[in-house]
DNA sequence: TATGAATGAGGATTCATTCAT
DNA sequence: TATGAATGAATCCTCATTCAT
């Protein structure tokens, strides 16, 4: 026999579940349309509530929008963070398992999040300098310690590290921001895992220490 | 003494020239708000014209929104396909020739069209399928055949062409995106110079054929 | 020793009190705030209580309205109206001893009545009519009396009745409205006791029978 | 034959008399509604225009709001201002112009304007403020003028100025609001002529310097 | 009785587009 | 051709009211 809920922790539950619920709508209707052109009477009903609901849990569209930006980002940015902090991980291998987690989050509609922040980024300044400072700063800060790791441990030859920080990303963000634009209006395809794969193929011979003589 | 020019003439010599000043106008408003945010009243004043001008000459702000995208983009594809085509030069000075064309659009209007077409392709799906096909498309076949010839002239080991097509673009596409959106509101800053010559390097010892023995 | 009271009784006592409590709310804040611009859940919060309880008591915010302007304004219309039906009292004496109910009416919220009745009229035509009907007619019918009387007795020379019925109210009507208006936004003040009392030292005089020869 | 006029005069005299259209049209609808209650789109209807042509000049309904004000109100003050400024002018007679000045006004929707500030007060904090600064104000000392000048002419008794100050006013502010709010929904009738008549019967007598011996 | 989550009608505002001049 | 005043569809947001608990 379950324990009995209470009328009131049911409740209590349903209310402690829909602001996830709204922004997991908000989030795949912002994924396909953009922030501007999508109506919250049309998120309202993706999350089988009705528009008023939404401000109950958010006093504006933006604010919801921070939210989604914020739910969708911060989570995989901590377990990349997490997964690069491991000093025992040889740069290569780090770099491959960072690449292994995109792959699996670009089935999800969470790799919207650059197009949507690429694209309004001009309408809502604060968002902007949010997600600056908070993820790019960041995310920045992951690679370049594993690129930094990789050469003091002689994986890699020295290079640039200011002008090489972009380059691992680089492929990745292309990849994302093909699957929500372009790549929704085109046959031309992309197989994500190939190109994956060949990125890590060229950038770590393209990174390795020159072999001994 | 040059001739004489009638009214008429003159006239006729504004027309012709009304269009490519809007465009201009428009591609600079576009770049810095994105489509939605642009006001045509804005544009117009920017071209110095009035509302009603521009329905002269465009029948939509679509319309307006396409030309601009048409005549920021074809011309440098074209000059890239152009000395993509050399069959004297090595693949890998074709890369860099690419490179450095890229380096020299940055600094103009020019390279927010990535950000604009990521932003719109899903309210605008004609626009997106034009830019697949006659832009993306054929950028594609361009790097495809730098890469094959570099394959078959021995400069570079056999990769997966699929999986190495979108390598090369990628920190371009990073770089533009980047100045026209978040670039715009943090002091995070790209050298573009040096990542796209730790780019190159990277790249090309990345796809260098292995040395003989 | 009190006697003990049942929870059950105090409930019912509770619930006894519940609509005087709700009302008194909202009077301060529908005078602070305007009827429109005053929410229930406000109202709810004031009185301790939740929004729907508010729904227990009163079908609808104008009903609630209502019962503000009956529970305000009734029961001193009927201390005045006991006031001026004693026969013994001079019409002056009369006069002086509504002034003096007003002055100290001024410092509770009931006189932010008329402001609110004012301000509705055009949206609550019923309860326009309601106030009209039976207060403004009463309190007029009760001003007429004592007029009448003072010209009966010979304390005021003969004025055309219907002419002289507003004068009485109206600086009381004046710093009512100013309390409860722009007196928020200004530093202009009135002391209400001077102006009253030189209100009644002219119209006094105004009314006063020609001093016999 | 009158002179031509070109049709872009033609336009322009449009334009420019559209904001005073509009003006007239809100006055009225505000003086009916109130503020809160009348719609936009109904100003539009009377004045025989589309909703948005309203924003072409005024940029909020609150802006609106204070140009009716401004235009109800600035004009008549001065006229009250210019009127009260006359030195041969007896105290008594400038306040029976002063009444008989008002007794015109309140055929037209201008008096509404107390209403309405009356009303919105709490909700256009800026607008009280105008209101009472630069009318409110400026009519208090206009009439402190007029009584301090008849008591220096030994037309009047000496009385507390500051008391005696809205004495004059309040049976016009009564009756204006009368008309524009209770009034419409009574039967009870003011014969406003007959008010002001033995109002200022009343006050001058009460204000009158005592007969010499 | 009491709660407070949910509803949805209603209105201010924006801006692409039209059209009389 | 060029103008810019006018239009009205479209959407965010508020809050009185309902109702499951």
Do not use: C
């Not at 972009?166 to 992309?190: N, Q, V």
């Amino acid at each position: 026999m379950p324990p009995a809920i209470s009328p009131t922790r049911r409740r209590a539950r349903r209310k402690d579940a829909r602001p996830g619920e709204i922004v997991e709508a908000a989030l795949g209707l912002f994924a396909e349309r953009g922030f501007a052109a999508t109506k919250l009477e049309d998120v309202a009903a993706a999350a089988g509530i009705s528009k008023g609901t939404i401000y109950l849990y958010f006093p504006t569209k933006e604010h919801l929008f921070r939210a989604v930006v914020r739910l969708a980002v911060l989570p995989n940015l901590e377990a990349a963070m997490a997964l690069a902090a491991d000093p025992e991980r040889s740069a290569a291998d780090t770099l491959r398992l960072l690449a292994e987690r995109f792959l699996e989050l670009l089935d999800s509609d969470l790799t919207a999040i650059p197009k949507l922040i690429v694209a309004e980024a001009g309408n809502f300044p604060a968002l902007a300098q949010f997600y600056a400072d908070e993820v790019a700063r960041k995310g920045m800060a992951l690679i370049r310690g594993v690129l930094a790791r990789g050469i003091a441990r002689g994986e890699f030859r020295p290079v640039d590290l200011d002008g090489a920080l972009p380059l691992f990303s680089a492929p990745f963000l292309l990849l994302a921001l093909w699957k929500h634009s372009l790549g929704r209006h085109t046959d031309i395809e992309f197989n994500p895992r190939a190109v994956v794969a060949t990125h890590l193929d060229v950038l770590l011979r393209g990174l390795a220490a020159e072999a001994p003589p």
